[in-house]
């Protein structure tokens, strides 16, 4: 066996790990630390906030007599509270006991606080995860910008065997004869790409220092590999962002709508691609796969696709976004986000769309790696939809999960008591069963898709 040639692929699984851990432990820290502060605002104490499971590597006790911890195992993490038996805040029976005997203790304790106390405790950690989503998708739209009006040329986008005569800084007014609308004008701006025709070169009429002149330059949407979607058919063979797609099968190829075109006729047949990078060609096979893709009218619908996304022949100059509009657009996200989600569960559950849509933590791991691999913005774009759906999953009313115990405290506030302790046990069993059955399915899902 060759050692050395392992080595690339070794490195390429400690960065995936790396890159999962990562995420998985800002999201879990901030999760954790929504339970814990609402709890100390509310007077419940926190006697270990521990990220990560396992033997304790280090640890400190706080003013507030909270012990803060990192364990050995970071994929996870926990809050225990006075009163907890354990990591799932099952009542140690002992210490509530005791506790009864004095109020003031009573009432530091997750199980004797007030009800909104309670409620308020559990809430928010996925309120967190929400937040911290919304947050980073505004961050991430801020440094984006708002497109400028009128089209204004940034840097531009290398095309193979082409004689680009776009400048940056060039005012857009027109693309193969048909006016440029605004693009915050969304639906001029979509019919508009839709007329575009497929051809190169292509006459841009641009202001440029207050003159007007039409260039040449290439199709306005060229098919220029702008990102890779993880763990899809062009993923497995190496295509990388910043490649061109030339030619598939020995057809040319200038735009994206026309690899669009031919990757879907092909119904799964097995493609060659001609792919310009960095002055050199190659040539890779790979086959589509069928993909379950979310329509903007709800509902999903099934296509071929490869797993690339396109972009335009050059950067687009931007402005400034506001805090404001960005926190809406952040929200927006995150709602998006949402609604996806539960809409692929709701389609999982009826077999409108395949299971294999669900992964576990391979896939996300895999995942992980391959967006960090991207860029550090597709990362934290990455960490904010996973914090999103870490976020909704724990709001499940499932037993065990945040979402479990609001239920039982919507059960508490609805009948004047809470449920036995004998109730809660099994409840509990049921809930990590379900939990547990749901985690080895996913998995099956990371090894066998």
């Not at 706080?62 to 038996?85: E, I, M």
């Not at 919304?134 to 082409?162: K, N, Q, W, Y």
């Not at 058919?233 to 598939?248: E, F, K, P, Q």
Request: glycine share 10%; aromatic share 8%.
């Amino acid at each position: 066996m060759d050692v050395v040639s392992l080595i690339p692929q070794f490195g390429g699984f400690l960065y995936t790990v790396a890159s999962f851990v990562i995420a998985l432990s800002v999201i879990v820290a901030v999760h954790e630390y929504g339970h814990y502060i609402v709890g100390r605002w509310s007077g419940i104490h926190a006697e270990v906030f521990s990220l990560g499971f396992g033997p304790v590597l280090w640890s400190r006790v706080d003013k507030h007599g909270t012990r803060w911890q990192v364990a050995l195992l970071p994929f996870g993490g926990f809050v225990k509270f006075l009163g907890d038996a354990n990591a799932a805040s099952g009542k140690d029976e002992e210490t509530m006991a005791d506790a009864e005997a004095d109020p003031t203790l009573l009432r530091r304790t997750m199980h004797g606080a007030p009800l909104w106390a309670r409620s308020a405790t559990v809430a928010a950690g996925p309120v967190f995860n929400f937040v911290l989503s919304i947050l980073i998708f505004a961050g991430v739209f801020m440094v984006r910008g708002e497109p400028r009006d009128p089209l204004t040329v940034g840097s531009l986008v290398p095309i193979p065997g082409l004689v680009n005569e776009l400048q940056e800084g060039d005012e857009v007014f027109s693309i193969a004869g048909i006016k440029t609308p605004k693009i915050s004008e969304s639906e001029k701006w979509g019919e508009f790409r839709r007329q575009v025709p497929s051809e190169q070169p292509m006459k841009y009429g641009v202001v440029r220092d207050g003159v007007e002149m039409v260039v040449n330059g290439p199709n306005f949407a060229p098919s220029v590999v702008t990102s890779v979607v993880p763990r899809s058919a062009a993923s497995s063979i190496g295509v990388m962002t910043g490649d061109v797609i030339t030619a598939i099968d020995g057809e040319p190829i200038v735009a994206f709508a026309q690899l669009k075109g031919v990757v879907e006729a092909a119904n799964g047949k097995v493609l060659l691609l001609s792919i310009w990078r960095d002055g050199q060609t190659l040539e890779l096979a790979l086959a589509p796969r069928r993909v379950d893709e979310p329509q903007a009218e709800g509902g999903f619908a099934t296509k071929w696709r490869i797993g690339i996304g396109g972009g335009l022949a050059f950067d687009l100059v931007s402005d400034r976004t506001g805090p404001v509009d960005a926190l809406t657009a952040g929200t927006s996200q995150v709602w998006s986000v949402i609604e996806t989600s539960l809409s692929g569960l709701k389609h999982m559950i009826s077999g409108a769309i395949s299971s294999c849509n669900l992964s576990g933590p391979l896939g996300i791991a895999e995942t992980s790696g391959a967006m960090a691999s991207q860029g550090a913005q597709s990362f934290i774009w990455f960490i904010a939809v996973l914090s999103t759906a870490v976020g909704l999953l724990n709001l499940f009313p499932i037993p065990a999960l945040d979402g479990g115990h609001l239920m039982f405290y919507a059960y508490e506030a609805v009948t004047r008591k809470q449920p036995s302790d004998l109730a809660m046990r099994v409840l509990m069993t049921v809930g990590f069963g379900a939990i547990l059955s749901l985690m080895v399915f996913a998995l099956s899902n990371d090894i066998f898709c």
